[in-house]
């Protein structure tokens, strides 16, 4: 299991700040988590779609699409961030 | 060096003073406040609402810290920064570093603040006349945090 976290624009558009989740059949790393996601359709589709500006970080430090997840790992999505 | 995320106030005379008591090798004190403008992309702001990402929020401004200390000369630095509902006029984001010298204090100070514009989880959501909207990202935000990268500092 991961847990998945949500922030911001994308919280609010998916409905959901958080979820636990078993990785999909396949799903090892950061790209392939978001692609699987993605396939959900509707919102998910719409707001994780690979032309859409999402960052990520797993266990609260920022990650690429290629960084590897196992389970325990603790993975967020957000929009780029605009504080200060 | 310390990081705060707070609803409350800051007060910089209050900190400055606590840092400058704390070090007697301090020669130089540099700090910036980040203040929450009316109007944001021509449009007025009533009021706005600062989210986090609780643990990450406080590690990544830990992380800017030592990037700092690591090409200045820094002999203690605060960061805090406001979340929750904030109003025109507020402040949002305090920076403060001292050094022996002002050159490490100016320029450690400047970098703290460029890389938590871009590095640091927060997300503001701004109340408008048409209702209430995510900020999105600036790009001159980014172009601010890359110029460091082919800079050297001073040291």
């Known amino acids: 299991m991961v847990t998945i976290l949500y922030f911001a624009r994308l919280k609010e558009a998916l409905g959901t700040a958080r979820e636990e989740l078993a990785l999909p059949q396949g799903v090892a790393n950061l790209g392939g988590l978001r692609a699987s996601l993605a396939s959900r359709g509707d919102a998910w589709t719409r707001e994780l779609a690979q032309s859409k500006s999402i960052k990520a970080a797993v266990n609260q430090e920022m990650a690429g699409p290629d960084t590897p997840l196992k389970d325990g790992d603790e993975v967020a999505f957000f929009p780029p961030v605009t504080g200060g | ?155």
């Open chain 2, 1 to 155: 060096m310390a990081v705060r995320i707070q609803t409350e106030d800051f007060d910089l005379g209050a900190e400055t003073a606590a840092m400058r008591r704390g070090n007697p090798a301090i020669g130089a004190i540099a700090s910036f406040v980040g203040v929450v403008r009316d109007v944001n992309e021509g449009d007025a702001v009533s009021e706005m609402t600062l989210e986090h990402y609780p643990g990450m929020t406080e590690k990544s401004i830990e992380d800017i810290i030592e990037q700092a200390r690591g090409r200045w000369k820094v002999l203690d630095a605060l960061v805090i920064h406001r979340i929750g509902i904030l109003k025109p006029t507020d402040q949002i984001v305090l920076v403060i570093v001292a050094s022996a010298h002002r050159g490490d204090a100016f320029a450690a100070c400047e970098f703290i603040m460029d890389y938590l514009k871009t590095r640091a989880p927060f997300w503001k959501k701004e109340k408008t006349a048409e209702g209430a909207r995510w900020v999105d990202a600036r790009v001159t935000d980014d172009a601010a945090a890359e110029r460091w990268k082919s800079n050297a500092g001073n040291s």
